[in-house]
């Protein structure tokens, strides 16, 4: 495989292609499914149409962040049905959260199985996508118009050699992102035909770099829920998870309340670091004082040269100053982006 340059390069400015073997979907339905997962999750899912999607986390009564997903509804004429991505280390916990909570209400919950998927990223990944399939005469492009608008997120249906395929647009900051979701069959095609495509096959690596350059924080690893760090919405700087019209929701009361005060102590920031990667989670300081902690951390090959990039947190009276970890100095590059997984 090529170097990690190389990689990023793809993906920030062609095209790149990487099997996805860390998210998993469950499956909303039910005359009630509606009513109730909008109860359940912090942005508003009632009023999305067939084939819109937006990003949410759920929340304990205390406003905790138990997880992070992306919600769709599925397109389709009757009841409305919808599917929730996530993680994969994820999908089991917020599986029992959720069902913990169907009492009286006509919902089932069900995991999907036996799906593969495939990322396909960059400014070019709009007309690579569109083109699969079209070398097969029985088989429809990927996608008719897959040039997306900034921050959409959406979901399609459609076929590849006769096998039905799903396609989804998703939320990345920086450029175009697709995933293509099959049977395992239908997928090792698709990669095939993807190889011989200008787009280029990456590592984790590389992925891993554009997260981190894309300030898009994972569950986990950014927004925790341990006994050492419990963040709440307004934290993660994650405003595009949030709908403050939507009604009531678990947890709504602790995320209202901050929200009409107008702030919290602490955000969600990118830093540029003058020193070594960390051993993580690092402790941030100002004058000898803890006033945050680094939570991700890479060395991001840039066209310009090297640059150690860093995700993490700070209060706000420390943004934009000089901080130390140990063993160097990290300072704040970016504290507004709102982006997700």
Aim: net charge negative.
């Amino acid at each position: 495989m090529t170097d990690l340059k190389t990689q990023l390069d793809a993906i920030l400015h062609g095209a790149a292609f990487a099997e996805i073997t860390d998210r998993s979907f469950l499956r909303i339905t039910g005359p009630d499914a509606t009513r109730w997962l909008n109860g359940m999750v912090t942005n508003n899912i009632k009023d999305l149409a067939p084939g819109e999607g937006n990003y949410n986390f759920l929340l304990n009564a205390q406003g905790r962040i138990q997880g992070d997903c992306t919600i769709y509804r599925e397109p389709g004429e009757g009841d409305p049905t919808f599917l929730l991505e996530a993680d994969s280390s994820q999908l089991t916990a917020l599986t029992q959260l959720l069902d913990h909570f169907i009492i009286m209400d006509d919902v089932e919950l069900k995991p999907l199985e036996d799906l593969s998927g495939i990322l396909v990223a960059g400014p070019q990944a709009p007309s690579i996508v569109m083109e699969l399939g079209t070398a097969n005469h029985q088989a429809a492009p990927c996608s008719s118009n897959p040039q997306p608008a900034p921050q959409t997120i959406s979901l399609k249906q459609t076929v590849y050699a006769g096998a039905s395929v799903s396609l989804i647009l998703t939320n990345s900051p920086l450029v175009p992102c697709f995933e293509i979701w099959s049977d395992p069959s239908t997928i090792a095609s698709i990669l095939t035909e993807l190889s011989g495509t200008s787009a280029l096959p990456i590592s984790a690596a590389a992925l891993e770099a554009y997260r981190i350059l894309s300030a898009t924080p994972r569950y986990g690893t950014d927004i925790r829920n341990t006994e050492t760090a419990k963040d709440l919405p307004q934290e993660t700087a994650q405003t595009h998870a949030l709908h403050f019209n939507k009604g009531c929701y678990l947890g709504q009361e602790i995320v209202e309340r901050i929200h009409s005060r107008g702030a919290v102590h602490r955000t969600f920031a990118q830093f540029t670091l003058s020193g070594p990667v960390p051993t993580l989670p690092a402790p941030l300081e100002l004058n000898g004082k803890t006033v945050g902690e680094l939570t991700s951390a890479a060395v991001i090959p840039l066209s310009d040269g090297d640059t150690t990039l860093a995700l993490g947190y700070a209060r706000l009276e420390a943004l934009n100053q000089p901080l130390t970890y140990p063993g160097g100095t990290a300072l704040t590059r970016n504290s507004k982006l709102a982006t997700q997984n």
